[in-house]
């Protein structure tokens, strides 16, 4: 069995046409055929949306979470709704058609299609999951980038899409170039105005004592499924959560600080600009057998 799979929607949406009138909601296909357009406003504009979704021992991890988070995005960008039956059944089709491994993920992608079109191009994209197990254990090192928008863009400025997870992950990427330059793994996000943010791909945790805090989420960030669940799994541990507006020094002043996400999961933070901070190494591999070990 393989280590990728695909399948192709042929209906992501039940607002908009079928590609194909009376095909299968989607079809397992070849990966390294091609399959998108190159006119797919997807390709030529970054116009759609998309999610990871972490796998373990073959069931996908936070699933109604994200699929949510999926509707929410599509909704920002003014696209159909995503159908969540179809969707699901895509992800847990393409998941069961690799090869088992402890660690894999499905990413759904929906672009707006072709320009003027008005059908949506979808499709679940499987992988075997890479090995995250050193910065899981050892540690990242990250460095804080001002984003540029103050803490309030999301109110006073929805057309940036501040808090949606777009195909526009330009910036995403560049900014671990930026990170690299600066012998670092990673970023931390902070608004113009001094507030702490999330990271490059994943939501920022803080501990105080035992005081979990993660950045409020009016602030533009995006709401992570990742904290979601360990926020729960925390109050399990007899720890108290909270989102609260952190100044970006807050940082150096915690006790433990985590970025979480799906796939990588918590990654500890072991430096910040250059300085050395202290990793709770008990409470990452605690936090990391439950993340991984979610059976939805
Ligand atoms: N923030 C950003 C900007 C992200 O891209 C991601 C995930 O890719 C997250 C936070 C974490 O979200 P999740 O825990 O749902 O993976």
Redesign the pocket.
Same mark, same amino acid.
């Given at each position: 069995m393989p280590t990728t799979a695909l399948a192709i929607l042929n209906r992501p949406s039940l607002a908009a046409p079928a590609h194909r009138e009376g095909a299968p909601d989607f079809e397992l296909v070849d990966v390294d055929a091609p399959q998108v357009r190159v006119l797919d406003l997807g390709v030529t504009r970054g116009d759609g949306v998309f999610e990871?979704i972490s796998v373990g021992d073959g069931h996908p991890q936070?699933l109604a979470a994200?699929i949510r988070r999926f509707a929410k995005s599509a909704a920002a960008l003014d696209m159909p709704e995503p159908d969540p039956v179809v969707w699901e059944a895509a992800v847990r089709a393409a998941a069961d058609a690799l090869d088992p491994a402890h660690e894999t993920y499905v990413k759904t992608v929906m672009t707006r299609g072709l320009e003027g079109d008005g059908r949506p191009t979808g499709w679940a994209y499987a992988s075997h999951a890479p090995d995250h197990m050193r910065a899981r254990t050892e540690g990242i090192r990250v460095v804080r980038l001002d984003r540029g928008y103050r803490h309030d863009v999301a109110q006073t400025s929805p057309w940036l899409l501040a808090g949606s997870?777009t195909l526009s992950y330009a910036v995403?990427r560049a900014v671990l170039r930026e990170a690299a330059r600066r012998d670092a793994d990673d970023v931390v996000f902070v608004s113009s105005d001094g507030y702490l943010l999330? *990271?490059?791909? &994943?939501?920022l945790l803080l501990r105080f004592g035992d005081r979990l805090v993660t950045p409020g989420l009016d602030l533009g960030?995006?709401p *992570?499924?990742?904290?979601g669940d360990l926020f729960a799994f925390a109050e399990t541990q007899g720890l108290s959560t909270e989102y609260a507006l952190l100044g970006a020094d807050e940082l150096l002043e915690a006790d433990a600080a985590w970025l979480? &996400?799906?796939v990588r999961h918590a990654a500890p933070i072991r430096s910040v600009d250059g300085i050395a901070r202290p990793v709770d190494s008990d409470f990452s591999a605690a936090v990391n057998s439950y993340l991984i070990s979610r059976t939805e």
């Open positions: 990871t936070a994200h997870k995403n999330e *990271g490059s791909t &994943s939501s960030i995006l *992570g499924t990742t904290q979480v &996400s799906s």
